[in-house]
């Protein structure tokens, strides 16, 4: 493994933590604000590991199809993951900060945002040949 193959693992292996946590918090508390949270987080973390797996140095933001269209001038098959980075984008703020506008945290909220979780990772390891 290369040297940027391991930095991007890095990147992985705190997202795939981030992920059981979230299932797991989810499953045990019903909380989805907090599993909303961590699954933009695990996306964001996901796709600055892609880039980082190019040599790419990624920005300093949390904005998800930002991120995206980096990683699409790579590959632009990333243009599929478009409205999945979109939905888990608007959980960075409400989740963390109240912001005067009602979001509604519920458990099939959660399920959903971890279900395009995993299907980011899936694209992902794919792209990248990664099990």
């Known amino acids: 493994m290369n ?16 992920l059981l946590f979230a299932k797991a918090g989810l499953e045990e508390s019903g909380l989805a604000r907090n599993a909303c949270f961590l699954c933009q987080q695990i996306a964001e973390k996901y ?3 892609f880039l980082v797996s190019h040599g790419i140095k990624p920005e300093r933001t949390h904005k998800l199809p930002d991120l ?6 790579i590959d632009k098959d990333f243009k599929e993951l478009k409205e999945v980075c979109k939905f888990l984008d608007q959980f960075y703020q409400p989740a963390r900060y109240p912001n005067g506008v009602p979001f509604e945290f519920k458990r099939e909220l959660g399920e959903k945002a971890i279900k395009s979780a995993e299907e980011l990772i899936s694209f992902i ?5 990664l099990k």
């Open 68 to 73: 995206r269209l980096e990683c699409s001038k």
């Open 3 to 18: 040297k940027k193959e391991q930095k991007a693992q890095e990147w992985f292996k705190i997202a795939d933590d981030d």
């Open 125 to 129: 390891k794919n792209k990248l040949e």
């Open 47 to 49: 796709l600055k590991g």
